[in-house]
């Protein structure tokens, strides 16, 4: 296991207030076991806290350990996988929890998905309301009508039109599908929503639109757990930003700092905001390194232009919002 | 140069998903069309690509007519133009590893000879090294499968380049490397891009015009 040890602080997790936040996530570490005595570290030591009514997006490139960080927070690490570190919502600890308990409290319950591609999410030979309804007796014990009118109620809540209930998954548009994948996450009044990509493929206005969805529903006082490489849709939606790279979240910032003035302070995520069109559209020199092979200093350094010779021995540790030798500006 | 004139497309003759679509390319010139979801700007890249045939219009490539599509098109023709498509995993034959995709174009038009090599150089010029070249698409990840494709399409090195929403599932700095290596390719060889997409901002900055649909089709 990569041990979070005590002389090497994990991302600080600060609750604003006596309340505890809605997610608090401290050291977690996954790693799959791979053939011949081989590790892939998919993620590394990650922290951050969510409260309710917040958005945090984690963005990063695809393969740096966004979306085994969601799997791992609902339980659904394939075999070979071994985690560390905790991960805290309402009391349980999802890292450890059994299935019975993911299935019977977790899923659905207290964390519900926003999934990567809702056409392939949906059983293609049943019709939303069917699989709305469905979720709702599972998830809430109600039956008959009354499941009918809650899934409708979940279908409204997601702005999906209840005069396209009776409709298959193939007779919808990307964007109806997108809304009626989250109208089933919604379902069980989850206080926590994983939206995995939720707009990878989808044109500009359906990105808006999704975007501004997700946002409603953290307006509402869900807390929002957005896993995305799009920084449009991050920027329109998240309230703070944690940059994923090579398995470690290397920033955590607000969305405004981030996005506008002063910019992020990693030399990574620097890069990343500047290879956008609308800016210098310049790429980071380089590629990512293999997850299996990480070097033992900062997993960056290879591509940084303000690397030295610290940068490839030690790796930099968390401190002012960000995991850098060299980190740009002063800390907020 | 390309000519589309009247170019009508689709899957269904009733419900044709292109109408009256028409386009020209100069020489050189870099042209991205901008369309949202579903509305047949991905039918019309095939048809360019020689991958569709459509039921009406006119298709010139360099003032030659063009009459046959898919496996009919003469290969003169369809080696000189590359395609990269949306979504790399379903343009890869994951059998192959990445250096014998790139040099897939090579060794079904008889130029076995030193495809290895030429795809290797290829390669690095996408950004893709070493090791990494030696792996089946399993193993990689979707930007340097991408990154692959891009490669695949450019080893024949074509007079034309049809790039289908190549970006739209890639990080920013994976996209700008991306047309970075579209770029230098146009700069050196003078070939002609057709990138089609929904970015404004990307395919603003990317090419030397850009053409709404509704512009370019009818309905």
Same mark, same amino acid.
């Given at each position: 296991?990569?041990?979070?040890?005590?002389?090497?602080?994990?991302?600080?997790?600060?609750?604003?207030?006596?309340?505890?936040?809605?997610?608090?996530?401290?050291?977690?570490?996954?790693?799959?076991?791979?053939?011949?005595?081989?590790?892939?570290?998919?993620?590394?030591?990650?922290?951050?806290?969510?409260?309710?009514?917040?958005? !945090?997006?984690?963005?990063?490139?695809?393969?740096?350990?966004?979306?085994?960080?969601?799997?791992?927070?609902?339980?659904?690490?394939?075999? +070979?996988?071994?985690?560390?570190?905790?991960?805290?919502?309402?009391?349980?600890?999802?890292?450890?929890?059994?299935?019975?308990?993911?299935?019977?409290?977790?899923?659905?319950?207290?964390?519900?998905?926003?999934?990567?591609?809702?056409?392939?999410?949906?059983?293609?030979?049943?019709?939303?309301?069917?699989?709305?309804?469905?979720?709702?007796?599972?998830?809430?014990?109600?039956?008959?009508?009354?499941?009918?009118?809650?899934?409708?109620?979940?279908?409204?809540?997601?702005?999906?039109?209840?005069?396209?209930?009776?409709?298959?998954?193939?007779?919808?548009?990307?964007?109806?599908?997108?809304?009626?994948?989250?109208?089933?996450?919604?379902?069980?009044?989850?206080?926590?929503?994983?939206?995995?990509?939720?707009?990878?493929?989808?044109?500009?206005?359906?990105?808006?639109?999704?975007?501004?969805?997700?946002?409603?529903?953290?307006?509402?006082?869900?807390?929002?757990?957005?896993?995305?490489?799009?920084?449009?849709?991050?920027?329109?939606?998240?309230?703070?930003?944690?940059?994923?790279?090579?398995?470690?979240?290397?920033?955590?910032?607000?969305?405004?700092?981030?996005?506008?003035?002063?910019?992020?302070?990693?030399?990574?995520?620097?890069?990343?905001? +500047?290879?956008?069109?609308?800016?210098?559209?310049?790429?980071?020199?380089?590629?990512?390194?293999?997850?299996?092979? !990480?070097?033992?200093?900062?997993?960056?350094?290879?591509?940084?232009?303000?690397?030295?010779?610290?940068?490839?021995?030690?790796?930099?540790?968390?401190?002012?919002?960000?995991?850098?030798?060299?980190?740009?500006?002063?800390?907020? | 140069?390309?000519?589309?004139?009247?170019?009508?497309?689709?899957?269904?003759?009733?419900?044709?998903?292109?109408?009256?679509?028409?386009?020209?390319?100069?020489?050189?010139? $870099?042209?991205?069309?901008?369309?949202?979801?579903?509305?047949?700007?991905?039918?019309?890249?095939?048809?360019?690509?020689?991958?569709?045939?459509?039921?009406?219009?006119?298709? $010139?490539?360099?003032?030659?007519?063009?009459?046959?599509?898919?496996?009919?098109?003469?290969?003169?023709?369809?080696?000189?133009?590359?395609?990269?498509?949306?979504?790399?995993?379903? $343009?890869?034959?994951?059998?192959?590893?990445?250096?014998?995709?790139?040099?897939?174009?090579?060794?079904?038009?008889?130029?076995?000879?030193?495809?290895?090599?030429?795809?290797?150089?290829? $390669?690095?010029?996408?950004?893709?090294?070493?090791?990494?070249?030696?792996?089946?698409?399993?193993?990689?990840?979707?930007?340097?499968?991408?990154?692959? %494709?891009?490669?695949?399409?450019?080893?024949?090195?074509?007079?034309?380049?049809?790039?289908?929403?190549?970006?739209?599932?890639?990080?920013?700095?994976?996209?700008?490397?991306?047309?970075?290596?579209?770029?230098?390719?146009?700069?050196?060889?003078?070939?002609?891009?057709?990138?089609?997409?929904?970015?404004?901002?990307?395919?603003?900055?990317? %090419?030397?015009?850009?053409?709404?649909?509704?512009?370019?089709?009818?309905?």
């Amino acid at each position: 296991m990569t041990e979070p040890s005590a002389t090497r602080p994990s991302t600080p997790a600060h609750p604003s207030a006596d309340h505890p936040p809605l997610l608090e996530v401290r050291g977690l570490s996954v790693r799959f076991r791979m053939p011949g005595g081989r590790h892939v570290a998919a993620v590394s030591d990650a922290g951050f806290t969510l409260e309710a009514g917040q958005c !945090l997006a984690l963005v990063g490139e695809s393969g740096c350990g966004k979306s085994v960080l969601a799997s791992a927070l609902l339980g659904l690490l394939p075999a +070979n996988a071994q985690t560390a570190g905790t991960a805290r919502t309402a009391g349980t600890e999802l890292l450890t929890a059994d299935e019975a308990v993911l299935a019977r409290t977790v899923r659905g319950r207290l964390v519900g998905l926003v999934p990567q591609s809702p056409a392939a999410h949906l059983t293609p030979v049943r019709t939303v309301g069917a699989q709305l309804a469905e979720t709702a007796r599972a998830l809430t014990g109600l039956r008959g009508e009354a499941a009918a009118r809650h899934a409708a109620g979940a279908a409204e809540r997601a702005a999906y039109p209840a005069d396209h209930l009776d409709r298959y998954p193939h007779e919808l548009s990307g964007g109806l599908a997108q809304r009626a994948a989250t109208a089933l996450a919604l379902v069980g009044d989850a206080p926590l929503l994983l939206a995995d990509e939720p707009t990878t493929g989808l044109d500009r206005d359906l990105v808006e639109h999704t975007a501004d969805e997700l946002r409603r529903q953290v307006d509402r006082g869900r807390a929002l757990l957005l896993i995305t490489h799009d920084l449009a849709a991050a920027q329109r939606t998240a309230d703070r930003v944690a940059v994923m790279y090579a398995g470690r979240i290397v920033e955590i910032a607000e969305a405004d700092r981030f996005f506008g003035d002063p910019g992020p302070r990693h030399p990574y995520a620097r890069g990343l905001l +500047n290879a956008l069109p609308e800016r210098s559209f310049t790429p980071i020199p380089g590629l990512p390194p293999e997850l299996g092979d !990480l070097p033992a200093g900062c997993a960056f350094a290879p591509r940084c232009s303000k690397s030295d010779g610290r940068c490839a021995s030690q790796r930099p540790v968390f401190a002012g919002g960000t995991a850098c030798h060299h980190p740009e500006g002063a800390a907020p | 140069m390309i000519e589309l004139d009247g170019i009508t497309a689709g899957y269904d003759r009733r419900t044709p998903v292109v109408r009256g679509a028409s386009l020209s390319l100069a020489p050189g010139e $870099a042209v991205g069309l901008l369309g949202p979801s579903g509305c047949g700007k991905s039918t019309l890249a095939r048809v360019v690509a020689l991958l569709h045939r459509p039921e009406a219009g006119r298709l $010139a490539v360099d003032g030659e007519p063009v009459c046959a599509w898919r496996h009919r098109a003469p290969r003169r023709l369809r080696t000189a133009i590359g395609v990269v498509f949306q979504q790399p995993r379903l $343009a890869a034959d994951p059998r192959l590893r990445l250096v014998d995709l790139i040099a897939e174009p090579l060794r079904a038009t008889g130029r076995r000879e030193g495809a290895a090599r030429r795809a290797a150089e290829l $390669a690095e010029t996408v950004g893709l090294t070493g090791e990494l070249l030696r792996r089946r698409p399993h193993e990689v990840s979707d930007g340097q499968l991408q990154r692959a %494709c891009l490669a695949r399409a450019l080893v024949l090195r074509p007079r034309l380049l049809v790039c289908d929403e190549m970006t739209a599932m890639l990080d920013a700095s994976t996209t700008a490397a991306l047309v970075a290596a579209v770029e230098s390719y146009r700069a050196a060889s003078g070939a002609g891009l057709l990138a089609v997409g929904h970015d404004r901002v990307l395919l603003g900055r990317w %090419c030397d015009r850009t053409a709404e649909w509704e512009d370019v089709a009818t309905g």
